[in-house]
């Protein structure tokens, strides 16, 4: 169970960096002014994949201690029983790797306007 909540806290990690890099591209690589809005439908995407997969990685680890929880036999709620933790940690994945790839399409493209 660690192992998958480790590798949940790197993907977390790595769509928060992923976020900060899409904004460093458009400023220092594509050389887009500060005044200018960088804000289009790549970026929205990029920034909206990226977010999906901070937020399911994060579901992701709660749902795992509520596991953890539930083999002890602690009290604890049964609200979140119905939901498998592998959908989410897959969702966390598709959102992260969807994010990578419209930022890699995005640069290609944006790359070969400049």
């Known amino acids: 169970m660690s192992m998958f909540s480790d590798n949940a806290k790197t993907y977390i990690q790595l769509s928060g960096a992923a976020l ?6 458009a400023r220092e690589v594509l050389h887009v002014p500060p005044g200018q809005n960088i804000a289009n439908g790549w ?8 977010a999906v997969a901070i937020i399911s990685g994060a579901f992701y680890q ?9 083999c002890i ?20 994945l598709f959102s ?3 994010g990578t790839i419209i930022f890699t399409v995005y640069a290609i493209v944006s ?3 400049t």
Do not use: N, P
């Open 62 to 70: 709660y749902l795992a201690v509520k596991y953890v929880e539930g």
């Open 43 to 50: 970026m929205i995407g990029m920034w909206t994949c990226f």
């Open 96 to 98: 992260f790797y969807g």
């Open 73 to 92: 036999d602690w009290e604890h709620s049964a609200a979140w029983d119905w939901l498998q933790a592998g959908y989410v940690y897959g969702i966390m």
């Open 20 to 25: 900060a890099v899409t904004l460093t591209f």
């Open 111 to 113: 790359l070969r306007h």
